[in-house]
């Protein structure tokens, strides 16, 4: 029989086996958690007597922008894993109440998750909203010259990296420099696998990517940029490294592109389409429906994968 209670220091080993047994793929999960130094009461497990955990929920406080841009604060769900033999039980929808009265008291306005299987919250009080993504051949088209130089990302650039991506996009989160130095990293990767287009006259950062491979596709999993040409030589690059490893497709993540993206896209992907993912969810907590609902629908929202809870 499972005790639905907060987590103590003693239980972090078990939670490290489980999030292994059920994320094997994801072993930066204990590092991310570590980072909230308030993270055991904020840590909704099912625990047996013997100190097995079957069950898990964490969420995390994040200031997050609405539909106006002013920042709220917003509880973010994640981690949340269930031992196999445990499954079916109601577990998770036990400890997803537990967090959402945590989360009002700390004054969070709503919650905020990601998953694959959304099925799983909307019995609790989450509901799906849309994300579009492009999509296309990945460019053959040779770059043309460039001003700019584009090179891996280093530690030094980050300052530089946070500037160009601040924004006060709806449902963007405003970061702070641990995010940019543990967190962006653990998602995204080491810093020296982001690329960098030097500005050629300062030779400060004018614009930097993140991306991923996976199968026959280069993913962009975030971008920023002072204008098209920099942004242009961003995507060219990612097109190079992606056909020199023998892929054949790219994917954009971000918001509704705009004229600088649509005018550095071909560098990057031929034959766009937009297909819609239904993998982020909203609970609202202490704001009304209408205003939680309305922030991932408004335009220009954007919660950018190094953000994920």
């Known amino acids: 029989m499972s005790l639905i209670r907060t987590a103590r220091p003693a239980d972090e080993p078990a939670l490290h ?122 460019s053959g088209a040779p770059p043309g010259r460039s001003p700019y130089r584009v090179r891996p990302a280093c530690p030094a650039d980050l300052p530089y990296l946070a500037e160009l991506s601040c924004t006060a996009a709806p449902l963007s989160t405003i970061r702070t420099e641990s995010d940019w130095r543990t967190r962006l990293p653990a998602w995204y990767g080491p810093t020296h696998g982001w690329l960098v287009a030097q500005d050629p006259h300062t030779a400060r950062p004018a614009g930097w990517a993140a991306a991923a491979h996976g199968g026959e596709t280069v993913d962009v999993r975030e971008y920023a940029a002072t204008g098209t040409a920099a942004l242009a030589a961003l995507f060219a690059a990612v097109a190079a ?54 922030v991932p629908r408004a335009p220009g929202a954007v919660h950018w994968y190094g953000d994920s809870f």
């Open 17 to 138: 086996a489980l999030w292994g047994e059920c994320f094997g793929s994801a072993p930066h999960l204990p590092a991310l958690y570590a980072l909230d130094p308030a993270r055991h009461r904020r840590t909704f497990l099912a625990a047996r007597d013997d100190g097995t955990v079957d069950a898990v929920v964490v969420y995390v406080p994040r200031d997050i922008h609405d539909a106006d841009g002013a920042p709220l604060r917003v509880g973010g769900i994640g981690s949340v894993a269930t031992r196999p033999e445990a499954r079916g039980q109601g577990l998770v929808r036990a400890l997803l109440q537990e967090a959402a009265a945590a989360m009002r008291a700390e004054s969070c306005a709503w919650s905020l998750l990601f998953t694959g299987t959304p099925g799983v919250y909307t019995g609790s009080g989450w509901q799906t909203f849309p994300t579009h993504l492009r999509e296309g051949a990945l």
């Open 241 to 294: 490294r992606a056909r020199h490893a023998g892929l054949r497709r790219a994917r954009l993540r971000g918001p509704a592109p705009g004229p600088a993206v649509l005018g550095a896209l071909p560098q990057l992907m031929t034959g766009v389409t937009v297909r819609t993912e239904h993998t982020g969810m909203i609970r609202p907590l202490l704001a009304p429906p209408e205003h939680a609902y309305a």
